[in-house]
């Protein structure tokens, strides 16, 4: 039976989308999640899983960074995700941040940031289920959190 958890485990979807906490808590030593990100971002790496983004979790994660850690460990990230062919970052249109307001108007009773609701458009748009997040927003927005 441990052998079945494990191999339950290590099932990972082929595309996920990676939410600003989680590219935080890889980068971030100090962030209460570090561990749990660290090691769930290498088996998503280890299983050549496709990571997808945006440049607003971009921005958002390399201001955070800046003031969590300092503008080197910033620049780095920038320049990683930049050049990873692992994580495809998708710009935020006109049309996706109106699909983001319609979101934002329907979850009228929830915080949830533009960033957060341009990530659900998308993750709508493309049919993915999964984030990488430590944000219960995805949830709310009825999508699966990752790691459990």
């Known amino acids: 039976m441990g052998t079945e958890k494990k191999r339950a485990r290590l099932r990972l979807p082929s ?29 998503l790496l280890e299983k050549n899983t496709r990571l997808l983004t945006t440049n ?18 910033a620049l780095k990230f920038l320049t990683l995700i930049g050049t990873s062919s692992r994580v495809q970052i998708i710009n935020s249109t006109f049309d996706l941040e109106n699909q983001a307001q319609d979101l934002l108007r329907k979850y009228h009773d929830q915080r949830f940031s533009l960033c957060d ?17 430590f944000d219960r927003h995805f949830e709310t927005a009825g999508f699966r959190r990752l790691p459990k």
Not at 16 to 41: C, E, I, K, M, R
Not at 117 to 133: E, N, P, R, W, Y
């Open 15 to 43: 595309l996920v989308f990676v939410d600003t906490g989680a590219w935080h808590a890889v980068s971030v030593p100090g962030d209460n999640h570090h561990q749990q990100a660290v090691l769930f971002y290498r088996a």
């Open 56 to 73: 607003l979790v971009v921005a958002e994660t390399h201001a955070g960074l800046t003031r969590a850690r300092d503008k080197t460990a």
């Open 117 to 133: 609701a341009v990530s659900f458009a998308i993750m709508q748009d493309l049919g993915i289920k999964d984030a990488f997040t």
